[in-house]
């Protein structure tokens, strides 16, 4: 009996003890209830797990974290027709995950541990970078920098190597990851509004509801113009067609361009290739900023060629053959240089370099609604924004907008 209670409690109690843990605080966030004290403690409790919980836990632990951070990614497959996909998707993330948190337990030392998890911080599964375990301690009294999390692991590893009160002693150690007041950028000298859209992805392409959302759209700019605004931005996609085959369209853009500056979401196609893009309008001019880094099988599949043609035709109809540009764009706006990004773009750390203060990014969270996904994107732009010391400004469909440091 003693036997099957420690066997239970091990592969079933213990391994989402520590995934609650390891996720709660974008749970936290999502309620509108997030807490420094109770996100600094569930995360060095889950770490704690991590690097000293039984070889066996450490599987299950993983998938659950998997399930908790990845369960929504599904979501997109309906609109593909693959409504039935979801689950399977979501367990394959469970999976992929179980591997990687299951492969701490190769070892049962906590120092190797610990030196396996800081590895795990510079692999991404499937190209996908969302899973940064240092997110843990984004709002929290523990700094999240590389050199931070390897001291946070070092320290809760060294704890097995003490008895009794004792065990406290590594901790203090915490005390130096304790990163000093965040000071964000300075404010642009420019008003900007940020056009939150909440379109439905099941409406949000059919072509009788582009006249709507090409009038509303239009109508947010008129609105911005009345206000006194210097620059409106709206989401991702907010005009669902390709721009440059509408020149009646751009032009009605151009003219209110003389009154403002447009930064808006659309398509663009140039040379039979389709690009994922950000337009400028200002002062009757247009620039097109084209994304540069696609999002793992949403438009693009990271899968060796021979797989990559298949999965695309007969699983995404084509959808997923977007082309990236070469460099990411830089807009000069009202005398103020911008960073575009576009969607995944902004959870990317390649887009925040010394020179990009300031980022606009537009994203649609419509894939993926209802779920956590907004909250987690806004954490990692959350993340890199104050790494780099970035201001970003967030235009979204379904959830995220908001200026982000």
């Known amino acids: 009996m003693k036997l099957q209670s420690k066997m239970t409690f091990e592969l079933l109690t213990l391994p989402l003890l520590i995934a609650i ?5 974008i749970y936290w966030e999502y309620f509108h209830l997030t807490s420094k ?7 060095l409790a ?40 979801k689950m399977l998707v979501a367990l394959g993330f469970g999976i992929v995950y179980g591997l990687y948190y299951g492969s701490l337990g190769l070892t049962s030392n906590p120092w190797l541990r610990a030196l396996l998890l800081f590895g795990l911080t510079y692999v991404w599964p499937m190209d996908f970078n969302w899973m940064q375990p240092e997110l843990v301690f984004v709002e929290s009294y523990i700094g999240f920098e590389k050199w931070q999390f390897a001291l946070v692991l070092l320290s809760l590893a060294s704890t097995s190597y003490f008895i009794q009160y004792r065990k406290s002693i590594p901790l203090f150690a915490l005390f130096i990851a304790v990163p000093p007041s965040y000071t964000p950028p300075v404010q642009p000298p420019l008003r900007i509004k940020l056009v939150s859209t909440n379109i439905s992805q099941d409406l949000k392409w059919q072509e009788s509801m582009m006249g709507n959302i090409v009038n509303d759209n239009l109508h947010q700019i008129d609105l911005a113009i009345a206000q006194g605004y210097d620059l409106v931005v709206l989401p991702e996609s907010a ?22 500056a447009i930064l808006t979401g659309t398509l663009h196609e140039e040379n039979a290739l389709h690009y994922n893009v950000s337009y400028l309008f200002e002062h009757g001019t247009i ?18 060629s021979f797989l990559r043609e298949w999965v695309n035709h007969h699983i995404f109809a084509g959808g997923a053959d ?67 010391g970035t201001m970003v400004f967030h235009a979204a469909n379904s959830g995220g907008s908001g200026v982000i440091y």
């Open 37 to 43: 004290m109770l996100n600094t403690f569930t995360a």
């Open 239 to 260: 005009f669902v067609l390709y721009m440059n085959h509408y020149p009646l369209l751009e032009a009605q853009l151009q003219k209110r361009s003389q009154s403002i």
């Open 322 to 388: 977007f082309v990236t540009a070469d460099k990411p764009t830089d807009f000069i706006i009202k005398g103020v240089k911008f960073r575009n990004a576009i969607c995944y773009e902004a959870t990317r750390e390649e887009l925040y370099t010394p020179d990009a203060k300031y980022m606009i990014a537009i994203s649609n969270n419509g894939w993926f609604k209802p779920s956590i996904e907004p909250t987690l994107q806004n954490l990692l732009i959350r993340f890199y924004a104050r790494k780099n």
């Open 46 to 85: 889950a770490l704690y797990g991590l690097l000293h919980a039984p070889k066996r836990t450490l599987p299950i632990a993983g998938f659950w974290i998997g399930l908790l951070w990845c369960y929504w990614i599904g979501y997109s497959f309906q609109y593909y027709g693959l409504g039935w996909a």
């Open 287 to 304: 620039s097109v900023a084209k994304k540069t880094i696609l999002v793992p099988f949403g438009e693009y599949i990271p899968l060796p």
């Open 21 to 25: 843990g390891f996720s709660a605080f």
